[in-house]
């Protein structure tokens, strides 16, 4: 059997990360599809905690597989941990343009397969790194939290269930302050 993980912070989770899931499932052949919310992330801030962010990917996501937490800091870390015979660890073009920064990349490329959703204009993977064919969506978490603070429409970013939620919830309404407040 095999499990399409996908990992992030989604901080919140938009149609991008709905359609790199849908994209993995069907092009990859996975039979499951494992959506990891970095709990405590080693690599980036976060505005929400991390029951709201799995909350919000439960909602966007859970349809498509099984939304647990993640406690590892590091996606390295997780995979000396854990036990993944048939898995294929998936991530957008920005993700792989970042992938050189992670915490030992060779060693995660040595413990899992990489699928990586191209973007046009991004360089495209070389290697054993599988190539995912999906329509590029100029989305970021960082923009539905900006329209979110602007009190701005974010019906064309993130599922509905997810904009209700972050409305009834007053999730990112306000940014945190320059100086960290």
């Known amino acids: ?63 498509l597989g099984e939304v647990r ?8 870390d997780l995979l000396r941990d854990e036990e993944f015979d048939e898995a294929v660890f998936v991530m957008g073009a920005d993700e792989w343009a970042a ?18 959703a191209a973007r046009p204009g991004t360089a495209e993977p070389e290697g054993d790194v599988e190539v995912l064919s999906i329509e590029p969506l100029p989305i970021s978490s960082s923009q539905v939290r900006q329209r979110v603070s602007a009190s701005e429409s974010i019906a064309d970013l993130v ?10 919830r007053g999730i990112y309404r306000n940014p945190p302050s320059p100086d960290g407040g």
């Open 1 to 63: 059997m095999t499990v399409a993980i996908l990992g992030g912070v989604f901080d919140p989770p938009h149609f991008g990360h709905v359609a790199l899931a849908r994209a993995a499932l069907e092009q990859l052949g996975a039979d499951r599809l494992l959506v990891l919310v970095a709990e405590r992330p080693g690599h980036k801030e976060v505005v929400a905690d991390a029951g709201t962010r799995a909350r919000l990917a439960e909602l966007a996501l859970g349809h």
């Open 69 to 76: 937490l993640d406690g590892h800091a590091y996606t390295v």
């Open 159 to 168: 599922p509905k269930e997810v904009a209700r939620e972050i409305e009834r």
């Open 99 to 116: 992938f050189g920064t992670w915490k030992e990349p060779d060693e995660v490329r040595r413990l899992i397969r990489l699928a990586v």
